[in-house]
Protein backbone atom coordinates (compact mmCIF):
# COMPACT_ATOMS: atom_id res chain seq x y z
CA UNK A 1 0.00 0.00 0.00
CA UNK A 2 1.50 3.41 -1.07
CA UNK A 3 0.73 5.61 1.97
CA UNK A 4 -0.98 9.57 2.37
CA UNK A 5 2.47 9.71 4.42
CA UNK A 6 5.13 7.77 6.29
CA UNK A 7 5.98 8.35 9.11
CA UNK A 8 8.37 5.44 9.67
CA UNK A 9 10.96 6.60 7.27
CA UNK A 10 11.01 9.81 7.94
CA UNK A 11 11.87 8.49 11.79
CA UNK A 12 14.33 6.36 10.09
CA UNK A 13 16.47 9.36 8.52
CA UNK A 14 16.33 11.08 11.52
CA UNK A 15 16.74 8.81 14.12
CA UNK A 16 20.43 8.97 15.72
CA UNK A 17 19.74 12.53 16.02
CA UNK A 18 16.24 12.20 17.95
CA UNK A 19 17.19 9.51 20.28
CA UNK A 20 20.09 11.82 20.91
CA UNK A 21 17.78 13.91 21.80
CA UNK A 22 15.07 11.89 23.93
CA UNK A 23 18.14 10.88 25.88
CA UNK A 24 19.21 14.25 26.91
CA UNK A 25 15.88 15.07 27.82
CA UNK A 26 15.82 12.45 29.96
CA UNK A 27 18.92 12.97 31.80
CA UNK A 28 18.20 16.71 32.68
CA UNK A 29 14.89 15.78 34.33
CA UNK A 30 12.78 18.90 33.51
CA UNK A 31 10.26 17.20 31.30
CA UNK A 32 7.80 20.37 31.54
CA UNK A 33 8.58 23.86 29.72
CA UNK A 34 12.43 24.15 30.35
CA UNK A 35 15.16 25.03 28.34
CA UNK A 36 13.98 22.69 25.35
CA UNK A 37 11.03 24.45 25.31
CA UNK A 38 12.83 27.68 25.28
CA UNK A 39 15.15 26.63 22.64
CA UNK A 40 12.04 25.86 20.41
CA UNK A 41 10.43 29.20 21.01
CA UNK A 42 14.04 31.04 20.02
CA UNK A 43 14.45 29.41 17.01
CA UNK A 44 11.11 29.27 16.14
CA UNK A 45 10.42 33.08 16.21
CA UNK A 46 14.31 33.88 14.35
CA UNK A 47 12.92 31.19 11.53
CA UNK A 48 9.63 32.79 11.32
CA UNK A 49 10.99 36.47 11.79
CA UNK A 50 8.81 37.11 14.92
CA UNK A 51 9.58 38.94 18.20
CA UNK A 52 8.01 35.75 20.41
CA UNK A 53 6.76 32.50 20.42
CA UNK A 54 4.82 30.44 22.75
CA UNK A 55 4.86 26.60 23.00
CA UNK A 56 1.25 25.06 24.45
CA UNK A 57 0.31 21.76 24.54
CA UNK A 58 -1.16 21.60 21.15
CA UNK A 59 -2.47 23.34 18.01
CA UNK A 60 -5.96 23.82 19.22
CA UNK A 61 -4.60 25.14 22.67
CA UNK A 62 -2.81 27.78 21.10
CA UNK A 63 -6.43 29.29 19.26
CA UNK A 64 -7.57 29.27 22.25
CA UNK A 65 -5.18 31.18 24.49
CA UNK A 66 -4.36 33.37 21.44
CA UNK A 67 -8.01 34.36 22.15
CA UNK A 68 -8.85 34.04 25.48
CA UNK A 69 -5.36 36.98 25.73
CA UNK A 70 -7.51 39.20 23.82
CA UNK A 71 -10.35 38.91 25.99
CA UNK A 72 -12.45 37.26 22.97
CA UNK A 73 -15.55 35.45 24.68
CA UNK A 74 -19.06 35.63 25.27
CA UNK A 75 -21.24 37.91 23.06
CA UNK A 76 -18.01 38.35 20.40
CA UNK A 77 -17.88 37.00 16.80
CA UNK A 78 -14.77 35.93 15.04
CA UNK A 79 -15.15 35.14 11.56
CA UNK A 80 -13.44 31.90 9.66
CA UNK A 81 -14.31 29.48 7.51
CA UNK A 82 -16.69 26.55 7.52
CA UNK A 83 -13.60 24.37 5.32
CA UNK A 84 -11.73 23.47 7.93
CA UNK A 85 -10.80 21.12 10.91
CA UNK A 86 -13.04 21.26 13.68
CA UNK A 87 -10.56 23.03 15.88
CA UNK A 88 -10.55 25.83 14.46
CA UNK A 89 -14.35 27.57 15.29
CA UNK A 90 -14.06 24.77 18.29
CA UNK A 91 -11.89 27.17 20.16
CA UNK A 92 -14.44 30.15 18.49
CA UNK A 93 -16.77 28.09 20.93
CA UNK A 94 -14.67 27.19 23.38
CA UNK A 95 -14.06 31.06 24.89
CA UNK A 96 -17.70 31.76 24.93
CA UNK A 97 -17.50 33.50 21.38
CA UNK A 98 -19.57 32.34 18.25
CA UNK A 99 -18.29 31.61 15.01
CA UNK A 100 -19.57 33.15 11.97
CA UNK A 101 -18.66 31.10 8.86
CA UNK A 102 -17.53 33.19 5.23
CA UNK A 103 -17.66 30.19 2.35
CA UNK A 104 -14.67 30.02 0.48
CA UNK A 105 -12.76 29.82 -2.68
CA UNK A 106 -13.67 26.74 -4.40
CA UNK A 107 -10.20 26.82 -6.40
CA UNK A 108 -8.30 26.96 -3.48
CA UNK A 109 -10.16 26.57 -0.58
CA UNK A 110 -9.32 29.35 0.82
CA UNK A 111 -11.67 31.81 2.60
CA UNK A 112 -13.30 34.23 0.22
CA UNK A 113 -12.52 37.39 0.98
CA UNK A 114 -14.84 39.07 -1.17
CA UNK A 115 -17.55 37.67 1.64
CA UNK A 116 -15.58 38.62 4.89
CA UNK A 117 -16.85 42.32 5.20
CA UNK A 118 -20.59 41.77 4.77
CA UNK A 119 -20.17 39.05 7.54
CA UNK A 120 -18.85 42.10 10.18
CA UNK A 121 -21.16 43.10 12.91
CA UNK A 122 -21.06 45.52 15.88
CA UNK A 123 -19.78 42.14 17.77
CA UNK A 124 -17.40 40.97 16.03
CA UNK A 125 -13.98 40.91 16.95
CA UNK A 126 -11.40 39.06 15.07
CA UNK A 127 -10.86 36.97 11.79
CA UNK A 128 -9.19 33.72 11.70
CA UNK A 129 -8.15 32.78 8.43
CA UNK A 130 -6.97 29.31 7.80
CA UNK A 131 -4.02 28.44 5.89
CA UNK A 132 -5.75 25.50 4.73
CA UNK A 133 -3.35 22.60 3.22
CA UNK A 134 -0.34 24.39 3.37
CA UNK A 135 -0.92 27.55 1.63
CA UNK A 136 -1.42 30.83 2.90
CA UNK A 137 -4.81 32.82 2.67
CA UNK A 138 -4.81 36.62 0.87
CA UNK A 139 -3.48 38.00 3.83
CA UNK A 140 -3.31 41.67 2.32
CA UNK A 141 -7.08 42.10 1.50
CA UNK A 142 -8.01 40.06 4.95
CA UNK A 143 -5.75 42.76 7.08
CA UNK A 144 -6.69 46.12 5.18
CA UNK A 145 -10.71 44.44 6.40
CA UNK A 146 -9.63 43.82 9.73
CA UNK A 147 -8.02 47.60 10.05
CA UNK A 148 -10.89 49.54 8.54
CA UNK A 149 -13.24 47.76 11.01
CA UNK A 150 -10.42 47.22 14.28
CA UNK A 151 -10.42 43.77 14.47
CA UNK A 152 -7.35 41.21 15.73
CA UNK A 153 -6.55 38.62 13.10
CA UNK A 154 -5.61 35.12 13.99
CA UNK A 155 -3.62 33.09 11.48
CA UNK A 156 -4.92 29.22 11.50
CA UNK A 157 -1.40 28.29 10.31
CA UNK A 158 -1.37 24.70 11.72
CA UNK A 159 -1.20 23.18 8.59
CA UNK A 160 1.59 25.54 6.73
CA UNK A 161 5.08 25.67 8.59
CA UNK A 162 7.26 27.14 6.04
CA UNK A 163 4.74 28.39 3.60
CA UNK A 164 5.23 31.99 2.69
CA UNK A 165 2.80 34.69 1.49
CA UNK A 166 4.75 37.72 -0.51
CA UNK A 167 8.60 36.53 0.98
CA UNK A 168 6.80 36.32 4.37
CA UNK A 169 6.63 33.55 6.51
CA UNK A 170 2.89 32.16 7.60
CA UNK A 171 2.94 33.14 11.45
CA UNK A 172 4.38 36.74 10.83
CA UNK A 173 0.90 37.63 8.50
CA UNK A 174 -1.13 38.97 11.66
CA UNK A 175 -1.45 40.10 15.11
CA UNK A 176 -0.67 36.06 15.62
CA UNK A 177 -0.30 32.93 14.04
CA UNK A 178 -1.34 29.43 15.70
CA UNK A 179 0.79 25.94 14.59
CA UNK A 180 0.10 22.40 15.48
CA UNK A 181 3.07 19.82 15.94
CA UNK A 182 0.48 17.17 15.52
CA UNK A 183 2.52 14.04 14.04
CA UNK A 184 1.06 14.31 10.59
CA UNK A 185 1.74 18.06 9.89
CA UNK A 186 4.87 19.00 8.14
CA UNK A 187 6.70 20.37 11.35
CA UNK A 188 5.28 17.49 14.00
CA UNK A 189 6.42 16.03 17.37
CA UNK A 190 5.54 12.13 18.70
CA UNK A 191 2.21 13.75 20.13
CA UNK A 192 0.68 16.53 20.79
CA UNK A 193 1.90 20.34 20.56
CA UNK A 194 1.96 23.23 19.44
CA UNK A 195 3.11 27.00 19.04
CA UNK A 196 1.82 30.56 19.19
CA UNK A 197 3.67 33.52 17.27
CA UNK A 198 3.44 37.22 17.47
CA UNK A 199 5.00 40.22 17.28
CA UNK A 200 3.23 41.68 20.32
CA UNK A 201 5.44 41.32 23.52
CA UNK A 202 2.36 42.32 25.92
CA UNK A 203 -0.01 39.67 23.87
CA UNK A 204 2.75 37.28 24.50
CA UNK A 205 3.21 37.72 27.90
CA UNK A 206 -0.27 37.22 28.62
CA UNK A 207 -0.12 33.57 26.36
CA UNK A 208 2.57 32.84 28.59
CA UNK A 209 0.72 33.28 31.94
CA UNK A 210 -2.50 31.96 30.53
CA UNK A 211 -0.53 28.75 29.87
CA UNK A 212 0.54 27.99 33.64
CA UNK A 213 -2.68 28.72 35.29
CA UNK A 214 -2.97 32.34 34.86
CA UNK A 215 0.43 32.24 37.16
CA UNK A 216 3.30 34.60 36.57
CA UNK A 217 5.12 33.56 39.98
CA UNK A 218 4.58 30.31 40.87
CA UNK A 219 1.78 29.45 43.50
CA UNK A 220 -0.07 32.91 42.86
CA UNK A 221 -2.87 33.42 40.13
CA UNK A 222 -4.10 36.72 39.00
CA UNK A 223 -6.37 35.32 36.31
CA UNK A 224 -7.84 31.61 35.61
CA UNK A 225 -5.78 30.04 33.16
CA UNK A 226 -5.21 26.63 31.47
CA UNK A 227 -2.52 23.87 31.74
CA UNK A 228 -1.03 23.99 28.53
CA UNK A 229 2.58 23.51 28.29
CA UNK A 230 4.66 22.13 25.58
CA UNK A 231 6.32 19.40 26.97
CA UNK A 232 10.35 18.87 26.94
CA UNK A 233 10.28 15.73 24.84
CA UNK A 234 8.25 17.13 21.99
CA UNK A 235 10.35 20.48 21.83
CA UNK A 236 13.30 18.43 21.32
CA UNK A 237 11.97 15.92 18.69
CA UNK A 238 10.63 19.07 17.30
CA UNK A 239 14.32 20.53 17.12
CA UNK A 240 15.59 18.14 15.46
CA UNK A 241 12.92 18.48 12.69
CA UNK A 242 13.35 22.13 12.81
CA UNK A 243 16.52 21.76 11.01
CA UNK A 244 15.23 19.45 8.17
CA UNK A 245 12.02 21.30 7.31
CA UNK A 246 13.29 23.45 4.62
CA UNK A 247 14.22 20.66 3.07
CA UNK A 248 11.10 18.07 3.63
CA UNK A 249 8.81 21.32 2.45
CA UNK A 250 11.14 21.56 -1.11
CA UNK A 251 10.55 17.68 -1.65
CA UNK A 252 6.98 18.45 -0.41
CA UNK A 253 6.56 21.41 -3.26
CA UNK A 254 8.83 19.24 -6.66
CA UNK A 255 6.49 16.35 -5.88
CA UNK A 256 3.34 18.63 -6.06
CA UNK A 257 4.64 20.56 -9.17
CA UNK A 258 5.04 17.33 -10.90
CA UNK A 259 1.97 15.92 -10.08
CA UNK A 260 0.09 19.14 -11.18
CA UNK A 261 1.94 19.25 -14.66
CA UNK A 262 0.51 15.15 -15.37
CA UNK A 263 -2.90 16.32 -13.18
CA UNK A 264 -3.65 19.53 -15.53
CA UNK A 265 -3.71 17.00 -18.42
CA UNK A 266 -6.32 14.29 -16.81
CA UNK A 267 -9.89 15.00 -17.70
CA UNK A 268 -12.18 15.21 -14.46
CA UNK A 269 -10.05 15.79 -12.27
CA UNK A 270 -8.12 19.66 -11.03
CA UNK A 271 -5.70 20.56 -8.43
CA UNK A 272 -6.41 22.78 -6.17
CA UNK A 273 -4.75 26.13 -7.55
CA UNK A 274 -1.41 27.53 -5.99
CA UNK A 275 -1.45 31.57 -6.41
CA UNK A 276 1.38 33.12 -7.51
CA UNK A 277 2.18 35.04 -4.35
CA UNK A 278 2.93 32.39 -2.19
CA UNK A 279 4.69 29.59 -1.16
CA UNK A 280 2.01 26.01 -0.51
CA UNK A 281 3.97 23.64 1.57
CA UNK A 282 1.70 20.84 0.99
CA UNK A 283 0.42 19.70 4.24
CA UNK A 284 -1.67 17.47 2.04
CA UNK A 285 -2.14 17.71 -1.83
CA UNK A 286 -5.67 18.02 -2.52
CA UNK A 287 -7.20 17.30 -5.54
CA UNK A 288 -11.12 17.20 -6.77
CA UNK A 289 -13.39 15.53 -9.25
CA UNK A 290 -17.42 14.44 -9.47
CA UNK A 291 -16.22 11.18 -9.97
CA UNK A 292 -14.28 10.98 -6.45
CA UNK A 293 -15.75 7.97 -4.95
CA UNK A 294 -15.55 5.99 -8.04
CA UNK A 295 -11.72 7.15 -8.46
CA UNK A 296 -11.13 6.63 -4.70
CA UNK A 297 -12.21 3.40 -4.81
CA UNK A 298 -9.99 2.32 -8.15
CA UNK A 299 -6.93 3.58 -6.36
CA UNK A 300 -7.36 1.62 -3.49
CA UNK A 301 -8.39 -1.50 -5.68
CA UNK A 302 -4.43 -0.11 -6.89
CA UNK A 303 -3.01 -0.30 -3.65
CA UNK A 304 -2.83 3.63 -2.94
CA UNK A 305 -3.97 5.10 0.55
CA UNK A 306 -6.30 8.37 -0.07
CA UNK A 307 -9.00 10.43 2.76
CA UNK A 308 -11.02 12.81 2.29
CA UNK A 309 -10.01 16.12 3.98
CA UNK A 310 -13.14 16.93 4.85
CA UNK A 311 -16.29 15.56 4.46
CA UNK A 312 -18.80 17.61 5.88
CA UNK A 313 -18.25 21.05 6.33
CA UNK A 314 -18.17 22.87 9.54
CA UNK A 315 -21.44 24.46 9.73
CA UNK A 316 -23.03 21.11 8.80
CA UNK A 317 -21.78 19.14 11.85
CA UNK A 318 -23.86 18.28 14.65
CA UNK A 319 -21.85 19.92 17.29
CA UNK A 320 -22.63 23.73 15.51
CA UNK A 321 -26.75 22.67 15.05
CA UNK A 322 -27.04 25.58 17.91
CA UNK A 323 -25.96 28.05 14.82
CA UNK A 324 -29.08 27.15 12.57
CA UNK A 325 -27.31 26.74 9.02
CA UNK A 326 -28.80 24.56 6.77
CA UNK A 327 -27.53 22.58 3.73
CA UNK A 328 -26.72 25.66 1.08
CA UNK A 329 -25.89 27.91 3.25
CA UNK A 330 -22.46 27.91 1.75
CA UNK A 331 -22.58 26.06 -1.47
CA UNK A 332 -18.76 26.32 -2.06
CA UNK A 333 -17.31 24.91 0.37
CA UNK A 334 -20.43 22.36 0.07
CA UNK A 335 -19.60 21.71 -3.05
CA UNK A 336 -15.57 21.39 -2.47
CA UNK A 337 -16.29 18.72 0.04
CA UNK A 338 -18.48 16.65 -2.29
CA UNK A 339 -15.53 16.37 -4.87
CA UNK A 340 -11.95 16.84 -2.42
CA UNK A 341 -9.73 13.88 -1.76
CA UNK A 342 -5.95 13.70 -0.61
CA UNK A 343 -3.27 11.25 -2.04
CA UNK A 344 -0.13 10.46 -1.32
CA UNK A 345 2.55 13.22 -0.58
CA UNK A 346 5.22 13.21 1.85
CA UNK A 347 8.98 13.99 1.83
CA UNK A 348 10.13 10.05 1.39
CA UNK A 349 7.61 9.31 -1.33
CA UNK A 350 9.65 8.06 -4.37
CA UNK A 351 9.52 8.66 -7.50
CA UNK A 352 8.53 5.42 -8.84
CA UNK A 353 5.22 5.50 -6.65
CA UNK A 354 4.49 8.59 -7.63
CA UNK A 355 4.13 7.31 -11.06
CA UNK A 356 2.14 4.28 -9.88
CA UNK A 357 -0.14 6.84 -8.49
CA UNK A 358 -0.42 9.14 -11.44
CA UNK A 359 -0.81 5.83 -13.91
CA UNK A 360 -3.54 4.34 -11.34
CA UNK A 361 -5.63 8.34 -11.49
CA UNK A 362 -5.21 8.31 -15.64
CA UNK A 363 -6.89 4.65 -15.94
CA UNK A 364 -9.39 5.64 -13.06
CA UNK A 365 -11.20 8.45 -15.45
CA UNK A 366 -10.80 5.82 -18.48
CA UNK A 367 -12.68 3.48 -16.57
Known amino acids: MIELLNLQKQYATIEGELIDSFTNVLKSGQYILGPYVQQLEL ?16 GTDALILTLSAYNIGAGDEVITTPFTFIATAEAIAQVGATPIFVDIDPTTGLIDVSKIEQAITERTKAIIPVHIFGQPADMDEINHIA ?60 IRVLRVHGS ?46 AIDKIEQIDAI ?12 FSIR ?54 IPLHPFLTTKEQNVILHALRKSVKK
Open 43 to 58: EIAKKIGVKEAIGVAS
Open 147 to 206: TTHNLVVIEDACQAFGATYVNKYAGNLANAGCFSFFPTKNLGGIGDGGIITTNDQALAKK
Open 216 to 261: AKKYFHDELGFNSRLDAVQAAIILVSLQHIDSWNKTRRDLASNYIE
Open 273 to 284: IEKEDRKHVYHL
Open 289 to 342: SKQRNHIMQFLAESGIRTAVYYPCCLHLQPAFKYLGHQVGHFPNAEQLSNEIFS
